[in-house]
């Protein structure tokens, strides 16, 4: 088996062909994803963004599975960028990130339902259900 968050080169032809991430183990898909959209934030910060998967996994209309969550097309654009790729194995952030991926059943869900998140405060009139966590506003449509 392959190790979590080892280096894995960009093979697409564009921003948004993550192929290379196609076949990976879920838990290593998702602590990238943590990592490269919540490396900055507090603990309960990069729980919040796992959750936008699981709770997008346990919905449907995203996905069925995590790697079919996480690598659709225009929806983590973290997973498109050197972080989610070339981890830092021994950073704090990359340590957090990996225990949340690994223990997602036991983790406490300090968004609720909702479904996106993005950096800044959403604009759009059909956001609602918003919160915020660390730096990331989390919400539904």
């Given at each position: 088996m392959a190790t979590y968050g080892e280096p894995i080169a960009?093979?697409?032809?564009?921003?948004?062909d993550l192929s290379e991430f196609k076949g990976r183990d879920s838990v290593d898909l998702l602590a990238r994803m943590i990592?490269?959209?919540?490396?900055g934030e507090e603990y309960v910060g990069k729980q919040g963004v796992a959750h936008v998967a699981k709770n997008?996994?346990?919905?449907?209309?995203?996905g069925e599975t995590y790697e079919e969550v996480l690598l659709a097309e225009s929806q983590f654009e973290g997973m498109t960028t050197k972080r989610?790729?070339?981890?830092?194995?021994?950073s704090q952030a990359w340590k957090e990130s990996l225990s949340i991926a690994?223990?997602?059943?036991?983790?406490?869900?300090?968004?609720?339902?909702?479904?996106y998140f993005l950096p800044n405060k959403p604009k759009s009139s059909?956001?609602?259900?918003?919160?915020?966590?660390?730096?990331h506003w989390f919400f539904n449509y």
């Open positions: 960009n093979k697409g032809k564009d921003k948004w990592y490269s959209e919540a490396e997008r996994k346990a919905d449907g209309r995203f989610a790729r070339e981890p830092d194995l021994g690994s223990n997602m059943a036991k983790q406490h869900n300090p968004i609720g339902n909702r479904l059909k956001a609602k259900d918003i919160l915020q966590l660390g730096n």
